[in-house]
């Protein structure tokens, strides 16, 4: 299959937010999609899943494997944790020459597992990070390569207006990049959370993000910095701490101890907890003075008012 000049049919497993958009926007050029979402199984949203592929006009099938029958290229698009199942379980129906490129959030030594996984029905493993959210950019958005096949499927992607660069013939190197990087987006996302929960019950908020502001002044402290941000965790606290887990495991695979990485999970994934709990659901706009006094109720910050 990875004969062909063109890319003509595509199944993209994970009908989210990134693979929502990738498929949407293929079958828009012209591409034959096929999508498959585990949530086709629940009743209570199996309707809106329907409706979400008719609208990107891509087909929606009863199961993966149905989902990358006859298709050049396969895209995993699921969550960090079900990354390497979802290969695995593939591995069967899975055809030889067919491209299986794996977005996933996931340690190198997860797609090296999931490219073993699919080592012997002879389709070509992809190594592929997605190195800023989907979807601003939609198609443009970075994506790193690795693999034998890399620059084959760069080739198919590159008409289709992807924004792709190939970094290694090897799997590993694109998804080291992108876990090294996560340290630093996802713990920035996770110090502004925790910075300011703290400062607001001290009513403190403004002068510290004055003081950021003035520290680094080409961030936006002053303006929408801090709402990005924090609603990051808030609507993908879950997502995140699990690729946050992969990234400790990258640490660790090579002797680094993952300290911060694993703070990073407790913050994500604590505040996405703390919201459960009380019963607090994302929604935009988004504000996060709201969602602070939302999770801490029973906060007196009156005697630290300034007078």
Known sequence: MTTSNSLQRVAVIGFGEAGGILA?????QGVSVQIYDRLLHDAARRDAVKA???TANVEACAS???AVQNVQLVISAVTAGSALSVATELAEALQPGQLFMDINSVAPATKQAARAA???CGAHYIDAAVMAPVPPQRLQ?????GGTEAAALARWLEPL???VRVVADSIGVASAIKMCRSIMIKGLEALTTECLSTARQYNAEEMVLASLHKSFPDMGWNAAQPHYLISRVAEHGRRRAEEMEEVAKTAADVGVTPTMSQAIVATQRGLVDAMADRGIVYADPFNWQSLVDALYPYADIREFSNK
């Open 24 to 28: 949407q926007d293929l079958a828009a």
């Open 52 to 54: 979400k592929a008719q």
């Open 64 to 66: 993966a494997a149905a």
């Open 118 to 120: 699919l080592k012997a």
């Open 141 to 145: 958005t970075p994506i790193l390569l």
């Open 161 to 163: 207006e992807f924004n």
